[in-house]
């Protein structure tokens, strides 16, 4: 056992969030089992604190996420800064979208979740390779859409997680949305370490981590919106890594992580998701990493870098 449960930490966030809807511009209702549900942008306004509330929960608790000024991009000067130091817990056992939630009746609904929640059900092969085992009366889940899941995913996901349905709170947001646009920015540093999983990089050499991004302007247009999104962490975002194991190994990481490694490097990604046809497991997953990625190696206390901030680019997606 880890010592600590994401479900619990962020529980305690979202229950924190319950009692400040009125301040934060957020909805809660109830489902009809009793599951919790905090709507984040969709019916209700939200805005840039209920995202930052968001991606802390996402992180399950394990993150410390703020909104900074940064003279790295003059023409953005806000910017998201994330840093955890259980990096590989928070952004691949709870932050990382992996859990796929269809449905597929009168009701038509899909999304990925997000959050603790996937630490319980254990649905996904990736926690074949995590440390962390989760357990908890109650569980927390994330997703991104414009109204929260049907009755029967809620069932389901209360059921894979084990909990009451009365013990789960889901919180919902549309990428189009204040709140949506920040809590996907803020995964700058969760995209740096599922490349460094396909890299075939040991997770547990990952110790500590922290990034940036610029916050995105939202759009109505749902693909325009998901465009900056990504386009914030592709051409604008930087991690910093640190790691144990051989220098040679960080030396290499630093080469191959950053977003301008991939083959469909080059364009916004409005244009590249264009260009497939909107099929978005057409592109390149290893586009989906920071711009300028810095690796240290613990034990020689040497520092490799690759990638560059591309302003020109980010300026193309951000009119």
């Known amino acids: ?44 306004p939200g805005g840039i604190e209920a995202g930052l509330r968001m991606a802390c929960i996402c992180m399950g608790g394990l993150g410390s996420i703020s909104l900074i000024p940064s003279e790295a991009l003059p023409r953005w000067p806000w910017h998201l800064s994330v840093r955890s130091s259980q990096p590989v817990t928070a952004c691949l056992a709870s932050q990382y979208a992996g859990w796929a939630l269809r449905h597929d009746g009168e009701q038509k609904f899909f999304a990925l979740g997000s959050g603790p929640a996937r630490a319980l059900a254990r649905r ?112 604008g975002g930087r991690v910093h890594l640190f790691v144990s194991g051989p220098r040679n190994d960080a030396a290499e990481l630093a080469s191959k992580l950053p977003s301008s490694a991939s083959r469909d490097y080059g364009a916004p990604f409005a244009e590249v998701f264009r260009r497939f046809g909107g099929d978005f497991y057409a592109i390149d997953p290893m586009l989906f990493s920071p711009a300028a990625v810095s690796v240290t190696a613990i034990e020689s206390g040497e520092t490799f870098r690759g990638g560059a901030i591309a302003a020109d680019l980010l300026d193309a997606s951000f009119p």
């Open 1 to 44: 056992m880890s010592g600590f449960s994401l479900n619990a930490i962020a529980g305690q966030l979202a229950d924190r969030m319950i009692v400040e809807a009125a301040e934060l511009r957020v909805g809660v209702t109830q489902g009809a089992r009793g599951e919790t549900i905090i709507d984040c942008g969709g019916n209700y």
């Open 124 to 235: 996904e092969p990736l926690f074949a390779e995590l440390a962390h085992h989760e357990t908890s009366d109650r569980a927390v889940l994330v997703v991104e859409a414009n109204a929260p899941p049907p009755a029967a995913i809620l069932e389901k996901v209360a059921k894979d997680c084990g909990v009451a349905s009365d013990r789960l709170t889901v919180l919902f947001a549309p990428v189009r949305s204040l709140a949506g646009s920040v809590q996907i920015v803020a995964r700058v540093v969760e995209v740096a370490l599922h490349k460094a999983h396909a890299l075939k990089f040991p997770l547990d050499r990952i110790l500590d981590a922290a990034g940036s991004a610029p916050l995105s302007p939202p759009h109505p247009d749902l693909a325009t919106s998901m465009g900056r999104t990504n386009d914030a962490i592709i051409f």
